[in-house]
Protein backbone atom coordinates (compact mmCIF):
# COMPACT_ATOMS: atom_id res chain seq x y z
CA UNK A 1 0.00 0.00 0.00
CA UNK A 2 1.50 3.49 -0.66
CA UNK A 3 2.71 5.51 2.70
CA UNK A 4 0.57 8.03 1.65
CA UNK A 5 -2.43 6.45 3.18
CA UNK A 6 0.08 6.13 6.53
CA UNK A 7 -1.18 8.30 9.43
CA UNK A 8 -2.99 10.63 7.21
CA UNK A 9 -6.10 10.43 9.44
CA UNK A 10 -4.81 8.83 12.39
CA UNK A 11 -4.76 9.72 16.14
CA UNK A 12 -1.04 10.63 16.19
CA UNK A 13 2.49 10.63 14.41
CA UNK A 14 6.67 12.56 14.81
CA UNK A 15 10.79 13.88 14.64
CA UNK A 16 14.28 15.27 12.87
CA UNK A 17 18.12 15.84 12.81
CA UNK A 18 20.46 18.78 14.15
CA UNK A 19 24.18 19.57 14.51
CA UNK A 20 24.19 20.38 17.86
CA UNK A 21 22.63 16.93 19.34
CA UNK A 22 24.63 14.56 16.77
CA UNK A 23 27.45 15.11 14.23
CA UNK A 24 26.41 12.21 12.20
CA UNK A 25 23.47 13.66 11.20
CA UNK A 26 24.97 16.90 9.37
CA UNK A 27 22.69 20.36 8.48
CA UNK A 28 19.85 21.06 9.39
CA UNK A 29 17.08 18.85 11.41
CA UNK A 30 14.39 19.38 9.04
CA UNK A 31 13.01 17.17 6.13
CA UNK A 32 10.72 15.95 3.72
CA UNK A 33 8.21 12.97 3.25
CA UNK A 34 7.27 11.65 -0.27
CA UNK A 35 6.20 9.34 -1.79
CA UNK A 36 7.21 10.80 -5.66
CA UNK A 37 10.73 11.95 -5.19
CA UNK A 38 10.22 14.32 -8.43
CA UNK A 39 7.83 16.58 -6.09
CA UNK A 40 10.72 17.42 -4.47
CA UNK A 41 12.72 19.02 -6.83
CA UNK A 42 11.03 22.11 -6.01
CA UNK A 43 13.10 22.23 -2.27
CA UNK A 44 16.49 21.67 -3.55
CA UNK A 45 17.49 25.12 -2.97
CA UNK A 46 16.31 25.20 0.24
CA UNK A 47 19.26 24.73 2.19
CA UNK A 48 17.14 24.04 5.23
CA UNK A 49 15.86 20.69 4.56
CA UNK A 50 18.79 18.10 4.60
CA UNK A 51 17.26 14.92 4.62
CA UNK A 52 14.23 13.01 3.33
CA UNK A 53 12.07 9.61 3.75
CA UNK A 54 9.11 8.19 1.99
CA UNK A 55 8.34 4.86 3.81
CA UNK A 56 10.72 2.73 1.90
CA UNK A 57 13.94 0.98 1.68
CA UNK A 58 15.39 2.34 -1.77
CA UNK A 59 14.73 6.16 -2.51
CA UNK A 60 13.77 6.41 -5.95
CA UNK A 61 15.49 8.63 -7.60
CA UNK A 62 15.87 11.18 -4.42
CA UNK A 63 18.02 13.91 -5.03
CA UNK A 64 21.51 13.14 -3.47
CA UNK A 65 20.99 16.52 -1.95
CA UNK A 66 19.19 14.92 0.81
CA UNK A 67 20.18 12.20 2.94
CA UNK A 68 17.89 9.38 2.56
CA UNK A 69 16.47 7.83 5.76
CA UNK A 70 15.48 4.13 4.68
CA UNK A 71 12.91 2.11 6.78
CA UNK A 72 11.33 -1.14 7.59
CA UNK A 73 7.90 -0.35 7.17
CA UNK A 74 6.45 -3.37 9.14
CA UNK A 75 7.08 -7.58 9.17
CA UNK A 76 5.68 -8.51 5.82
CA UNK A 77 7.79 -10.39 4.34
CA UNK A 78 8.28 -8.56 1.00
CA UNK A 79 9.53 -5.84 3.49
CA UNK A 80 12.46 -8.57 5.73
CA UNK A 81 13.42 -10.27 2.63
CA UNK A 82 15.13 -7.24 1.04
CA UNK A 83 15.92 -5.27 4.09
CA UNK A 84 19.46 -6.73 4.57
CA UNK A 85 20.88 -5.72 1.22
CA UNK A 86 19.09 -2.61 1.14
CA UNK A 87 20.25 -1.55 4.27
CA UNK A 88 23.87 -2.29 3.48
CA UNK A 89 23.56 -0.71 0.00
CA UNK A 90 22.48 2.87 1.90
CA UNK A 91 24.74 2.86 4.18
CA UNK A 92 27.72 2.70 1.50
CA UNK A 93 25.90 5.42 -0.32
CA UNK A 94 25.90 7.40 2.55
CA UNK A 95 22.82 7.02 4.94
CA UNK A 96 23.50 7.00 8.40
CA UNK A 97 19.86 7.00 9.82
CA UNK A 98 17.61 4.61 9.73
CA UNK A 99 13.74 3.89 10.84
CA UNK A 100 12.56 0.90 12.39
CA UNK A 101 8.81 -0.17 12.34
CA UNK A 102 5.94 2.34 11.33
CA UNK A 103 2.86 3.04 13.89
CA UNK A 104 2.97 -0.73 15.17
CA UNK A 105 -0.08 0.00 17.59
CA UNK A 106 -2.57 0.80 14.57
CA UNK A 107 -3.70 -2.36 12.87
CA UNK A 108 -4.01 -0.48 9.79
CA UNK A 109 -0.52 -0.22 10.26
CA UNK A 110 2.77 -2.30 11.43
CA UNK A 111 0.40 -4.02 13.96
CA UNK A 112 2.51 -5.33 16.06
CA UNK A 113 2.81 -5.80 20.02
CA UNK A 114 5.16 -4.26 21.82
CA UNK A 115 6.84 -7.72 22.88
CA UNK A 116 7.17 -8.90 18.45
CA UNK A 117 7.97 -5.43 17.97
CA UNK A 118 10.69 -5.60 20.63
CA UNK A 119 12.18 -8.76 19.20
CA UNK A 120 12.10 -8.22 15.58
CA UNK A 121 13.92 -4.81 15.69
CA UNK A 122 16.93 -6.98 17.67
CA UNK A 123 16.91 -9.10 14.33
CA UNK A 124 16.36 -6.51 12.10
CA UNK A 125 17.80 -3.19 13.34
CA UNK A 126 20.40 -4.02 15.74
CA UNK A 127 22.90 -5.26 12.78
CA UNK A 128 21.93 -1.58 11.03
CA UNK A 129 23.80 -0.26 14.03
CA UNK A 130 26.14 -2.84 14.62
CA UNK A 131 27.46 -1.96 10.91
CA UNK A 132 27.73 1.88 11.94
CA UNK A 133 24.00 3.08 11.36
CA UNK A 134 22.35 5.74 13.55
CA UNK A 135 18.87 3.55 14.52
CA UNK A 136 15.51 4.64 15.28
CA UNK A 137 12.83 2.98 17.80
CA UNK A 138 9.58 1.88 15.92
CA UNK A 139 7.54 5.16 15.49
CA UNK A 140 4.34 5.86 17.36
CA UNK A 141 1.23 7.60 17.39
CA UNK A 142 0.19 10.87 19.55
CA UNK A 143 -2.71 8.71 20.84
CA UNK A 144 -4.04 8.03 24.32
CA UNK A 145 -0.10 6.54 26.22
CA UNK A 146 -3.20 5.69 29.03
CA UNK A 147 -4.57 2.90 26.34
CA UNK A 148 -1.52 1.77 25.02
CA UNK A 149 -0.74 3.64 21.93
CA UNK A 150 1.71 6.64 21.42
CA UNK A 151 4.39 7.08 24.47
CA UNK A 152 2.70 4.35 26.16
CA UNK A 153 3.59 1.77 23.39
CA UNK A 154 6.87 3.59 23.26
CA UNK A 155 7.70 2.67 27.41
CA UNK A 156 5.80 -0.65 27.16
CA UNK A 157 8.45 -1.64 23.82
CA UNK A 158 11.60 -0.62 25.54
CA UNK A 159 10.46 -2.61 29.00
CA UNK A 160 9.86 -5.66 26.04
CA UNK A 161 13.72 -4.82 24.94
CA UNK A 162 14.78 -5.66 28.45
CA UNK A 163 17.82 -3.74 27.21
CA UNK A 164 18.48 -5.44 24.34
CA UNK A 165 17.08 -2.83 21.38
CA UNK A 166 19.99 -1.20 20.04
CA UNK A 167 18.27 2.54 19.11
CA UNK A 168 19.59 5.78 19.38
CA UNK A 169 16.26 7.98 19.18
CA UNK A 170 12.66 7.87 19.64
CA UNK A 171 10.59 8.12 16.20
CA UNK A 172 7.23 9.66 16.98
CA UNK A 173 4.64 11.68 15.02
CA UNK A 174 1.97 14.12 16.27
CA UNK A 175 -1.44 15.15 14.54
CA UNK A 176 -4.25 17.69 16.26
CA UNK A 177 -5.38 21.36 15.84
CA UNK A 178 -3.17 23.81 14.64
CA UNK A 179 -4.31 25.61 17.71
CA UNK A 180 -2.77 23.39 20.15
CA UNK A 181 0.64 24.65 20.35
CA UNK A 182 1.50 23.76 23.85
CA UNK A 183 0.18 20.17 23.27
CA UNK A 184 2.27 20.22 20.69
CA UNK A 185 5.73 21.32 23.06
CA UNK A 186 4.64 18.85 25.69
CA UNK A 187 4.17 15.74 23.83
CA UNK A 188 7.70 16.11 21.85
CA UNK A 189 9.30 17.16 24.81
CA UNK A 190 7.57 13.78 26.78
CA UNK A 191 9.08 12.12 24.34
CA UNK A 192 12.59 12.51 24.95
CA UNK A 193 11.82 12.82 29.28
CA UNK A 194 10.26 8.99 28.59
CA UNK A 195 12.75 7.89 26.95
CA UNK A 196 16.31 9.99 28.03
CA UNK A 197 17.10 9.94 23.98
CA UNK A 198 17.23 12.37 21.25
CA UNK A 199 13.55 12.66 19.01
CA UNK A 200 12.70 12.34 15.73
CA UNK A 201 9.41 13.76 14.66
CA UNK A 202 8.64 11.96 11.03
CA UNK A 203 5.44 12.83 10.60
CA UNK A 204 3.26 15.52 12.10
CA UNK A 205 0.41 17.89 10.70
CA UNK A 206 -2.07 20.43 12.50
CA UNK A 207 -5.70 20.78 11.35
CA UNK A 208 -6.57 24.42 10.10
CA UNK A 209 -6.85 26.75 7.61
CA UNK A 210 -3.80 27.53 5.81
CA UNK A 211 -3.23 30.43 7.99
CA UNK A 212 -3.59 28.64 10.96
CA UNK A 213 -1.27 26.05 9.85
CA UNK A 214 1.07 28.86 8.66
CA UNK A 215 1.02 30.41 12.12
CA UNK A 216 1.61 26.77 13.69
CA UNK A 217 4.48 26.12 11.88
CA UNK A 218 6.25 29.76 12.33
CA UNK A 219 5.88 29.24 16.21
CA UNK A 220 7.10 25.59 16.15
CA UNK A 221 9.39 24.93 13.61
CA UNK A 222 12.21 27.67 15.36
CA UNK A 223 11.06 25.68 18.72
CA UNK A 224 11.94 22.60 17.00
CA UNK A 225 15.34 24.05 16.10
CA UNK A 226 16.11 25.09 19.19
CA UNK A 227 15.82 21.85 21.38
CA UNK A 228 18.91 20.44 21.77
CA UNK A 229 17.00 16.74 21.88
CA UNK A 230 15.42 17.34 18.51
CA UNK A 231 17.34 15.86 15.51
CA UNK A 232 14.94 15.23 13.12
CA UNK A 233 11.41 16.57 11.69
CA UNK A 234 9.40 16.40 8.86
CA UNK A 235 6.03 17.87 8.35
CA UNK A 236 3.20 15.49 6.26
CA UNK A 237 3.95 15.38 3.41
CA UNK A 238 5.42 15.87 0.04
CA UNK A 239 1.93 15.69 -1.60
CA UNK A 240 -0.36 17.64 -3.75
CA UNK A 241 -2.26 19.86 -1.74
CA UNK A 242 0.34 19.62 1.67
CA UNK A 243 3.40 20.93 1.05
CA UNK A 244 3.39 21.31 -2.99
CA UNK A 245 0.69 22.55 -5.34
CA UNK A 246 1.18 20.79 -8.41
CA UNK A 247 5.19 21.12 -9.07
CA UNK A 248 6.10 23.79 -6.55
CA UNK A 249 5.73 24.56 -3.17
CA UNK A 250 2.02 25.08 -1.92
CA UNK A 251 1.53 28.21 0.94
CA UNK A 252 2.00 25.56 3.78
CA UNK A 253 5.67 24.65 2.27
CA UNK A 254 6.94 27.44 1.29
CA UNK A 255 6.41 28.21 5.13
CA UNK A 256 7.76 24.89 5.75
CA UNK A 257 11.01 25.65 3.47
CA UNK A 258 11.50 29.44 5.05
CA UNK A 259 10.23 29.18 8.66
Known amino acids: SSAAVY ?3 VVSSAATPSATSSPSTGGTKRGLAYNDASLTT ?7 ISWAYNWAQTSSGLNSKFEYVPMLIDLRDQFTSTWETNWKAALKS ?4 FMSFNEPELPAQANLTPKVAAAKHIVYMNPVKAAGGRVASPSVTNGDATQGYGLGYLKAWDIECAGQCDYDVVNIHWYDSATNIQYFKDHVTEAHTQSGKPVWLT ?7 DDQVATFLKTVLPWLDEQPFVEKYSYYMVADGKLVSGTTPSTIGSVYASA
Open 7 to 9: SSA
Open 42 to 48: CFEGDNT
Open 94 to 97: GSTN
Open 203 to 209: EFAATGS
